[in-house]
């Protein structure tokens, strides 16, 4: 487990990057947005509020699926993954699991080489 002085070092580490890749500092959502749509492998030019809420779950739902939060259960037919639930984050505060979600956005950074 990081510290939380290390978790967030490298947390603006990630900011930074993304600063200069996309001009301007994501928040956590806009990061899980950009991961969603990097595991639902299909890139639209518009998406609906609902497309942008699924996509937000599917990276969380990713995310979280490498510590066996969650398993992939079936793609539907317009390429949707959809995911079981296997155990909750029951017991943790907001803080702790905004910190939680973004020790595994730092990994998923780090295991595609951004």
């Known amino acids: 487990m990081l510290t939380n002085d290390d978790l967030q070092t490298r947390w603006q580490e990630l900011e930074e990057k ?13 990061i899980l947005f950009l991961i969603g749509i990097q595991e639902f492998g299909q890139i639209k030019n518009k998406f609906t509020k609902e ?17 066996g939060y ?4 079936k793609t539907d037919e317009d390429g949707w993954p959809h995911f079981k639930q296997l ?9 702790e699991q905004e910190d939680f979600l973004k020790e595994h956005i730092l990994a998923y950074f780090e295991e595609n080489n951004f």
């Open 70 to 73: 969650y398993e992939l259960e």
């Open 51 to 67: 497309q942008k809420q699924d996509l937000m779950h599917v990276a969380v739902c990713s995310l979280l699926s490498k510590d």
């Open 18 to 30: 993304l600063v200069t890749r996309f001009g301007k500092k994501p928040d956590v959502e806009t």
């Open 87 to 95: 155990r909750s984050m029951a017991g943790m505060n907001s803080t």
